[in-house]
């Protein structure tokens, strides 16, 4: 084949390629916006049916769905619902079975949060005294017992958190009230006479004048409320002292059963210890009660609450009564108002919550009154009465405040009562 010839085969082979290709984009073109075809099916439909929806999964209604091609129409879902939680109370653990903190469990399927599993015991702390060494002022009351269930002996410490002396060190404690924690820098006081006998000690407060506990809380939503919660996201504390609006416990029981009850909700009970601060009468009694009668009031609206929740009470009522008693020309409560704690009063206040926390007795206490009334850093909040006492008044007070915290209950039982169901 002569070279001409194979020039025009290639020249035609190219044309004719070229024309394949624009054929087939052509095609292409004029295809490319229709719809590819659908077999056609004829619905067979069969009944779905529906699911309920749970607390985390969706559910969905009854619907229709072909059998052949799995079409279906009239699909409707329906939401998951969420958990319904409910508070539940939590239970002591025992020698047979863990106990826990209280939690919250949903109505509907049975979830559980916020629970914290406290193991079981190995003795429960009920059982036979064998031997008791006494308080003395500078240790605390020890128990030597015997479990009535499996034997064992075992020691019971008497202080407020029933710990040997040596982890008593370095508590952090939170006073929550009003004026009477206030005056006269009782918090100060407190810690200074702990430090004086040698314990180190850290103590806040959260005090705000002329509060009701219910302003603490969660449902109050405000400024009181926010201060606690900012108070207690710094630490964990071993002791709360609560300490109520000054005729509350006798005058309006429910919503200080109802605050006391919610502000314990906040702490775990089985990690920190929540004191009742009983407070006094006023010094010509209130609204109709007279200074014994109201005295009764406070100290049963106080007990019936630490009762119900297991709660510590430090009787400083309890101390102001066995003083009117013995000195009715001493004042503590202040001439003006009548309710507020002079410098005395609030020294006595000190001795009875040292008392409880410690669990030792105040007779021979380092840091006297004496020794209060020259500290220059105290706010006296106009308390006008501070002179020097003679040392047989020191102890007779000290005294006074040792019954207060270890004498058990004064209230009649005309006044008792019972906070269960009140306030709820």
Request: negative net charge; glycine residues 8%.
């Given at each position: ?49 529906g699911?309920a ?55 509907r ?29 500078s ?15 075992y020691?019971?410490y ?23 924690t ?19 000690v ?22 009181y ?9 710094l630490k ?7 300490q ?6 006798a ?12 502000i314990?909700?906040?702490?775990d ?12 009468s ?7 009660m ?5 005295t009764?009031?406070?100290?049963a609206?106080?007990e ?60 021979g ?60």
């Amino acid at each position: 084949m002569n070279e001409k010839i194979k020039k025009i085969l290639t020249i035609i082979i190219i044309i004719f390629s070229l024309i394949l290709v624009a054929c087939k984009k052509e095609d292409e073109d004029n295809n490319k916006d229709k719809e590819p075809e659908v077999e056609v099916c004829d619905h067979i439909f069969e009944k779905v049916k529906g699911k309920a929806a749970t607390c985390t999964e969706p559910g969905y209604q009854g619907y229709h769905k072909c059998v052949i091609c799995g079409y279906s129409e009239d699909y409707q879902e329906i939401e998951a619902l969420g958990h319904d939680y409910v508070l539940k109370k939590g239970k002591m653990a025992t020698l047979k079975a863990d106990g826990c903190s209280d939690y919250y469990e949903c109505k509907r399927c049975g979830d559980i949060k916020d629970m914290k599993i406290y193991p079981k015991l190995d003795h429960i702390h009920t059982g036979t005294v064998l031997s008791t060494q006494e308080r003395t002022n500078s240790m605390c009351e020890v128990r030597t017992c015997k479990c009535d269930i499996c034997g064992k002996e075992y020691k019971e410490y008497g202080n407020a958190l029933n710990r040997e002396e040596k982890y008593m060190e370095d508590l952090n404690i939170l006073m929550v009230g009003n004026s009477f924690t206030n005056y006269n820098c009782l918090y100060t006081l407190l810690e200074e006479m702990i430090k004086a006998e040698g314990i180190n000690v850290n103590i806040k407060k959260c005090a705000y004048g002329g509060q009701y506990l219910y302003n603490y809380c969660e449902g109050e939503n405000g400024t009181y409320h926010r201060n606690l919660m900012d108070a207690l996201k710094l630490k964990t504390y071993d002791i709360i002292f609560l300490q109520a609006q000054s005729n509350e416990p006798a005058l309006a029981r429910p919503n200080f059963y109802k605050a006391v009850r919610e502000i314990c909700s906040y702490v775990d009970l089985y990690d920190t210890r929540v004191i009742m601060y009983q407070t006094w009468s006023y010094r010509d009694g209130y609204a109709g009660m007279n200074y014994y009668e109201m005295t009764q009031k406070l100290a049963a609206g106080y007990e019936a609450i630490a009762d119900e929740l297991n709660l510590g009470t430090s009787k400083v009522g309890n101390a102001f009564y066995f003083m009117y008693q013995n000195h009715p020309e001493i004042n503590l409560n202040k001439e003006s108002d009548g309710s507020h704690p002079t410098s005395l009063g609030t020294y006595i206040a000190a001795l009875v919550h040292y008392s409880v926390i410690y669990g030792r007795s105040p007779v021979g206490i380092k840091y006297t009154y004496n020794d209060y009334i020259k500290n220059e850093n105290i706010e006296w909040h106009g308390d006008t009465t501070r002179s020097a006492i003679s040392s047989s008044l020191q102890r007779e007070i000290e005294e006074y405040a040792e019954r207060a915290a270890f004498g058990g209950s004064i209230v009649e039982d005309k006044y008792k009562t019972s906070s269960a169901g009140i306030g709820e």
